[in-house]
């Protein structure tokens, strides 16, 4: 099992910036990968950046030059870091660990919402 502590979620201005940060504990594996992905009511849960332990790195569309996703494997925790931060971007943000055998874990979400 891997447990999933998210923080640094909340209310900013259009245009504004926040970075959250996902702290990784239990049976963490060798070769993993971690990530961002978000949910707004009645929609399905989409990716918004994901990173292997390598540092290679995949974004959404709609985040490429606005987000970066990056980590310390050290401390086992992953960081999003968000600039020009836009209405549309007001979510529920999840992290994701998926391990080398495929499994799926989630964080317990943190909201982020963006005022015009």
């Known amino acids: 099992q891997v447990q999933l502590v998210e923080s640094g979620g909340g209310l900013v201005q259009a245009g504004g910036s926040l970075r959250l940060s996902c702290a990784a504990s239990?049976?963490?594996?060798?070769?993993?990968?971690m990530g961002w992905y978000r949910q707004a009511p009645g929609k399905e849960r989409e990716l918004v950046a994901t990173?292997?332990?390598?540092?290679?790195?995949n974004y959404a569309d709609s985040v490429k030059g606005r987000f970066t996703i990056s980590r310390d494997n050290a401390k086992n925790t992953a960081y999003l870091q968000m600039n020009s931060l836009k209405p549309e971007d007001t979510n529920v943000y999840y992290c994701?660990?998926?391990?080398?055998?495929?499994?799926?874990?989630w964080g317990q979400g943190t909201q982020v919402t963006v005022s015009s």
């Open positions: 994701n660990y998926r391990s080398i055998w495929g499994e799926d874990f």
């Open positions: 990173i292997t332990r390598s540092g290679s790195t």
């Open positions: 239990g049976s963490i594996s060798s070769i993993n990968r």
